[in-house]
């Protein structure tokens, strides 16, 4: 198994990023900062199999609908686009990491955290996205 937690930061839910590493193997990244709302993604073998932004019922991906009875059995909010009257549900971080636990096998828990040996190290990425261009 490999783990990698990116802390206060977002290159990991970059599928330009992401594509190259997840060639021959399944990877799933997801974000949240001080709003639980946030993309996620499943990767395959070097492409995005589902993958949802702000709203999970904006998917995409090769295989966008084949999670769908997991995703609202794990509490996420409306999976179709919801009536501008009503509350909209936001997608809880809990129901991120329980969709992940179901794709990948991977139960990330505190004591896995606090024990799990890792090696760190620094990404660079250039040239800057063009959001971040003036």
């Known amino acids: 198994m490999e783990l990698m937690v990116e802390y206060n930061g977002f290159m990991g839910t970059e599928p330009e990023v992401m594509l ?8 799933v990244s997801h974000m949240a900062n001080v709003s639980p709302v946030g993309p996620f993604y499943w990767y395959v073998d070097g492409s995005v199999r589902m993958s949802y932004g702000e709203d999970p019922y904006c998917r995409g991906g090769s295989h966008f609908d ?14 179709e686009d919801p009536d501008e009257d009503e509350d909209e549900d936001e997608v809880s971080t809990p129901a991120k ?38």
């Not at 190259?20 to 990877?27: F, I, K, V």
């Open 20 to 27: 190259p590493l997840t060639r021959g193997r399944t990877a």
């Open 97 to 134: 990491f329980a969709l992940a636990h179901h794709v990948t096998g991977v139960r990330l828990t505190r004591r896995l955290l606090e024990t799990a040996e890792f090696t760190c190290g620094l990404v660079t990425k250039s040239p800057a996205t063009s959001w971040l261009r003036a």
């Open 66 to 79: 084949v999670l769908l009875d997991v995703v609202r059995k794990v509490g996420f909010g409306p999976m």
